[in-house]
T-cell receptor, first 112, second 116 residues
Framework: DQQVKQNSPSLSVQEGRISILNCDYT??????FLWYKKYPAEGPTFLIS?????DKNEDGRFTVFLNKSAKHLSLHIVPSQPGDSAVYFC???????????FGTGTRLKVLA | GAGVSQSPSNKVTEKGKDVELRCDPISGHTALYWYRQSLGQGLEFLIY????????KSGLPSDRFSAERTGGSVSTLTIQRTQQEDSAVYLC??????????????FGPGTRLLVL
């Protein structure tokens, strides 16, 4: 049972445009969410996070939005750059635990 | 070290053999995690260490899998009698402290295991 879902396995975006990566979850007891970026042959690197008490968190070109009623998380990258091309994983942490539950990832390709 | 390191980076083994995967966490990080990523799958939690103890082994897929951590630092994940379905990338992560807000998990580059 996949509790965290990334339904788009891939996404292509033109350089300079907005990239929107989506993540849906089923467990209402998740209270912290994160996005990680992964380049080939490297481990995932932390990008941005959001607590369930917030609906938006921004860090430079990266903004994460949380819609708790829809159980939906999204990552916006503006403007997209070729170096952003990577696989993006969303992760959720159930309340009172330390476990990261990851989605299956979305491969973003930013076209120059 | 500057980051989490793992060795070997790649391992090819024959079905039935045992393998050991090593993780060196970031110095000072008390929490250590093992995940695996099978082809086309997300990262699957395996086991977590707080110091040298493993409060949660629930993610280990079978009793062929075991892990230990010594000196609050290096961890070894051992897979006995490997099977082809064990083929995956095994990722280690560490965080400063325990708990969801105890610190972001920092990942190593992973060990790519192929069981023939």
């Amino acid at each position: 049972d996949q509790q965290v879902k990334q339904n788009s396995p891939s996404l292509s975006v033109q350089e300079g445009r907005i990239s929107i990566l989506n993540c849906d979850y089923t467990n209402s007891m998740f209270d912290y969410f994160l996005w990680y970026k992964k380049y080939p042959a490297e481990g995932p690197t932390f990008l941005i996070s959001i607590s369930s008490i917030k609906d938006k968190n921004e860090d430079g070109r990266f903004t994460v939005f949380l819609n708790k009623s829809a159980k939906h998380l999204s990552l916006h990258i503006v403007p997209s750059q070729p170096g952003d091309s990577a696989v993006y994983f969303c992760a959720a942490i159930p309340s009172g635990t330390y476990k990261y539950i990851f989605g299956t990832g979305t491969r973003l390709k930013v076209l120059a | 070290g500057a980051g989490v390191s793992q060795s070997p980076s790649n391992k090819v083994t024959e079905k039935g053999k045992d393998v050991e995967l090593r993780c060196d966490p970031i110095s000072g990080h008390t929490a250590l995690y093992w995940y695996r990523q099978s082809l086309g799958q997300g990262l699957e939690f395996l086991i977590y260490f707080q110091g040298n103890s493993a409060p949660d082994k629930s993610g280990l897929p079978s009793d062929r899998f075991s892990a230990e951590r010594t000196g609050g630092s290096v961890s070894t994940l051992t897979i006995q009698r490997t099977q082809q379905e064990d083929s995956a990338v095994y990722l280690c992560a560490s965080s400063l402290d325990y708990g969801a807000l105890g610190g972001t998990q920092y990942f190593g580059p992973g060990t790519r295991l192929l069981v023939l």
